[in-house]
């Protein structure tokens, strides 16, 4: 039995045990959804990678936009999948350091760090490309800053004559 005292202690025990399954979770990679061809994943496009450029930008902006500028941004296409090395390259146009998810690091806080430098680090990777309508796509895609910091994403895009743009892109879960 539980007295109204205990409440506090529960809670902070059970918050914190969340943040460290989350890690672990995301220490080892994203959960499996999807990838590359040949091993039960689907394969992307260009037009996909043009649609997770956009989607990633407009993440990306609403770090650092909040001041967050000195991120290194580890993505991954899908679960444990790098992309292309000129997939990266699009995304270093944004101004911002840049690698491939695989090599992420693990602070002593679960936080996600660059293993070389020590700087932080925010995971971005994709759980579904949908583009059933030509001309609009939604994703849904995640990204992971450390402990209490993964979100979920829903983002809608719309194709328009200078690229793929993000209509809305709305946070569907958060921990």
């Known amino acids: 039995m539980f007295c109204l005292r205990d409440w506090p202690m529960i809670l902070s025990t059970a918050t914190r045990v969340f943040s460290l399954a989350t890690s672990l979770v995301l220490l080892c ?18 037009t996909d990678l ?16 909040a001041g967050r500028t000195d991120l290194v941004l580890f993505v991954s296409l899908y679960e444990g999948q790098d992309p292309e090395p000129e997939f990266l390259e699009r ?12 090599k992420r690091g693990m602070g002593p806080d679960f936080a996600v760090v660059d293993p070389m430098t020590g700087d932080p680090g925010l995971c ?5 490309v949908v583009r059933d309508v030509p001309g609009r796509a939604e994703v849904v895609a995640e990204s992971y ?4 910091g993964l979100d979920r994403y829903s983002v809608a895009l719309t194709l328009r004559e200078n690229g793929w743009h993000v209509d809305s892109l709305r946070i569907t879960g958060s921990s």
């Not at 959804?33 to 394969?43: D, E, F, L, N």
């Not at 043009?50 to 936009?65: E, G, H, K, N, Q």
């Open 91 to 102: 995304l270093r146009t944004l101004g911002i350091n840049v690698e491939a998810g695989s």
């Open 145 to 148: 800053l450390g402990p209490n």
């Open 29 to 46: 990679g994203p959960p499996c959804v999807a990838g590359q061809a040949g091993s039960g994943r689907p394969s992307l496009g260009d």
């Open 124 to 128: 971005i990777w994709t759980r579904s």
């Open 50 to 65: 043009d649609v997770l450029v956009s989607v990633y930008a407009s993440i990306l902006r609403r770090f650092t936009s």
